[in-house]
């Protein structure tokens, strides 16, 4: 059973949203869930899809992913299927640079995708879309720790603070949000980001404000969030995200002030160069 959030009381109203109800059939092997969280998406916004890449070849059955397992057959196929589906349907475009971990299933699944949509922009290597860069600050700590527990429980360690050569939770989400926040796209686009299951399931536990996940709440690959911000400087901002089917809304304060709350100082943190502290 999930311990993500099931109800929608931090959710928006559904009459705020535009609903998308495309007639077309969803690419083979997309997470179901993709399509019911695009007829969710407003119109005009600064609009960026956090995803899992597609598929790929098989790990261990402890969830260790080597980062020379490449994409799949199948997988290089819904890659740019999903791209092309997604710029026929959705009111934005998606021609803009995207931004991607470094590893080459990643960037392939980027690249695939801008394909697929009749493009070819630029794929920045972004260190906070992999480990270590993200939430792992000291590999040797961390390393023998993942290989020993396994992934789920390397999160859920993360999470609970219980985990040393990592950021703190907070932190760890903060970073990804400032990262995403200064490099919106304009209003009427959709960028972007690339990344691995470990990233993606931390972030979404921090935005719900969980300390323990299980494997139902872990992201399918090409399972994605989509995310964007309102108008306001970072600290002042909300940010609002889409995942299964449902509209969350999270004030980037409540964030910071966990993460003071918790001890620490806000210089260790990526944070956009305008925000000013009092």
């Not at 589906?85 to 470094?102: C, E, F, Q, R, T």
């Not at 926040?181 to 980001?193: D, I, K």
Request: glycine share 8%.
């Amino acid at each position: 059973m999930s311990k993500l959030p099931n109800n929608t009381t931090s959710s928006l109203a559904a009459e705020k949203l535009a609903s998308h109800n495309p007639s077309a059939p969803a690419p083979s092997h997309l997470p179901d869930s993709m399509i019911s969280s695009v007829s969710l998406l407003p119109e005009g916004k600064r609009l960026i899809l956090f995803t899992r890449h597609s598929l790929r070849e098989r790990s261990d059955g402890n969830g260790f992913a080597s980062y020379q397992l490449p994409l799949t057959p199948k997988g290089r196929i819904l890659a740019k299927s999903w791209g092309r589906w997604l710029a026929g349907h959705l009111p934005y475009s998606l021609d803009v640079d995207s931004i991607s971990s470094p590893i080459g299933r990643c960037l392939d699944t980027a690249q695939l995708m801008q394909e697929g949509a009749g493009l070819r922009r630029d794929i920045v290597h972004q260190s906070l879309l992999v480990e270590p860069g993200s939430l792992v600050t000291e590999p040797d700590i961390a390393n023998p720790i993942f290989k020993e527990i396994g992934v789920l429980n390397f999160i859920n360690r993360f999470l609970q603070g219980n985990l040393e050569g990592t950021k703190n939770a907070y932190q760890g989400g903060l970073d990804i949000l400032s990262l995403f926040y200064q490099n919106q796209p304009q209003h009427g686009h959709l960028m972007l980001a690339v990344s691995h299951d470990t990233l993606l399931s931390a972030f979404l536990a921090v935005m719900f404000d969980v300390v323990e996940i299980d494997w139902n709440d872990w992201p399918k690959m090409m399972e994605g969030v989509f995310l964007w911000f309102d108008d306001k400087p970072f600290e002042q901002a909300s940010a609002y995200f889409v995942w299964r089917g449902k509209v969350y809304v999270r004030p980037i304060q409540n964030l910071l002030e966990g993460y003071l709350a918790a001890g620490f100082h806000p210089n260790k943190l990526l944070l956009p160069p305008e925000v000013k502290w009092t």
